[in-house]
């Protein structure tokens, strides 16, 4: 059994019995079933039906986010946040979904007619994280779903009841019942599904090493995966950049959901010219981050969603600091009921230090200093790491020059990392394979027929 458990109180809100063999092999059953029968379905009906969905979660916002906030943390403002894109998003695919996966002809110079048709793969297993309990798990099952596909789910442990709430929403808007079910499973457990016949595919997003533990189980089933595993996003600042402007989006990327973002801005960089006045700034707008209550409208920071997270956290912040790092705000966390962590700063850091090497999940910032644009990309590269990143430049043309040279997944310039319906999502190195959102995501789990007619 696991339990939902309120981050800010301690207090147990649920309890969770894992589902046994029997309601495994039903809940897959029932999956496959409606995925054979949804798939018969055309595009443009099923981009409808994804659309009313839309309404759904408009019509449960409050509910929804109050789930969220009661369940991992999330301050409620940015909970409601977190309902709305959610909506945008299937307003998006509602929009643009038929066009997506519309069949391409293929020229063949007179030699028959061929093209392309873009078909589901059947039903898909998606392993999805806790920090955005609502739009991680439509960000990958509403383009699967608008492909045709199934979609499985197992949600983490702490927000079952987020898995639940979301599911009776998609069914209440109309999907067929069966389509989007979750499986709560240990994590033993996992793998095993994977392999399971009725289940042709896999989507995650994770840590490390679940991550690759799913997809060498999915590599031996000769089953396609797409992984997002987290990151050590580089936030570039060069000298000739608005100083002010990429401080305070530094402070908003870094801190938003209390810290707890795979791309969210992590290892700070920053030109030495500008660095004393850059970090000055970053930390006045930290200091003035409001932590507690995630219920109270005026709350930036809430508590990490769980306790071990705020416990691993620490063990990093006393780690760098004894490899050398100086901290210059917070550090400790916070005394009292819940697992509270304050906004820290530690500058000084270096790329051989535990704050750049390791991802930070939580409220921590780490700022570094580079001599020049040319040492400030080298050490955006050095990590092992490639999710996203972001760079501030003065100089349009030059920022789109050095932006090629990061090796990430995305590059955002004079900007924040940021998911979007309209453009793909998906990192390169240690942080996985694979993309979502925009025409990526539902192509990534279709067949690419070919068919042609001489």
């Known amino acids: ?39 018969e379905i055309p595009i443009g009906e099923r981009a409808a039906a994804i659309g009313k969905v839309a309404a759904g979660l408009r019509s449960e916002v409050e509910t929804l986010a109050q789930t969220i906030t009661a369940e991992m943390g999330k301050p409620i403002e940015q909970a409601r946040a977190e309902v709305e894109k959610c909506a945008v998003l299937c307003d998006w695919y509602r929009a643009n979904g038929a066009a997506l996966l519309a069949d391409e002809a293929i020229d063949v110079g007179g030699d028959g007619e061929a093209l392309v048709a873009w078909q589901p793969v059947g039903v898909v297993y998606g392993v999805m994280p806790w920090n955005f309990p609502l739009w991680q798990v439509l960000r990958a099952a509403v ?49 095993a599904i994977v392999d399971d016949p009725r289940i042709a595919a896999v989507t995650v997003t994770s840590g490390l090493g679940a991550g690759s533990a799913i997809a060498a189980a999915a590599g031996a089933a000769l089953k396609k995966s797409v992984l997002e595993l987290g990151g050590s996003d580089p936030f570039v600042v060069l000298a000739d950049a608005d100083i002010d402007k990429a401080a305070e989006a530094a402070v908003k990327s870094r801190y938003l959901n209390t810290g707890q973002v795979c791309i969210a801005a992590k290892r700070i960089i920053v030109e030495r010219a500008i660095l004393d006045d850059f970090t000055r700034r970053f930390i006045e707008r930290t200091e003035a981050l409001v932590m507690g209550d995630p219920r109270d409208e005026a709350t930036f920071l809430g508590p990490l969603a769980r306790e071990r997270g705020r416990d691993a956290l620490q063990a990093q912040v ?24 304050p906004a820290t700063v530690l500058t000084g850091v270096t790329s051989a230090m535990t704050a750049a090497r390791e991802e930070l999940f939580g409220p921590v910032a780490a700022i570094m200093a580079a001599a020049d644009a040319e040492e400030a990309i080298a050490i955006a590269n050095a990590s092992d790491y490639g999710l996203s990143g972001a760079l501030w430049c003065g100089d349009p043309e030059r920022a789109r020059r050095l932006a090629r ?27 996985g394979y694979g993309r979502e959102l925009a025409w990526f995501g539902p192509r990534e789990f279709a067949n690419p027929h070919l068919i042609w007619a001489r």
Request: charged share 20%.
């Open 405 to 431: 040279r990061i090796e990430v997944g995305a590059t955002f310039v004079n900007g924040i990392s940021a998911s979007d319906p309209r453009v793909p999502i998906g990192g390169m190195k240690r942080s």
């Open 1 to 39: 059994m696991t339990f939902s458990i309120n981050p800010a109180t301690g207090e147990t809100l649920a309890t969770h019995f894992f589902d046994d063999d029997s309601a495994i092999d039903g809940a897959l059953d029932r999956a496959a079933a409606a995925q054979r029968r949804w798939a």
């Open 143 to 191: 383009p699967i779903l608008l492909g045709g596909n199934g979609f499985v789910l197992k949600h983490s442990d702490n927000v079952q009841l987020c898995a639940r709430r979301l599911i009776e929403v998609m069914e209440g808007a109309g999907l067929p019942a069966g389509l989007i079910v979750n499986l709560h499973v240990p994590t033993e457990q996992v793998t």
């Open 318 to 341: 006393e780690k760098s600091i004894a490899e050398g790092a100086v901290l210059a705000l917070g550090g400790k966390p916070a005394a009292g009921v819940g697992s509270f962590y």
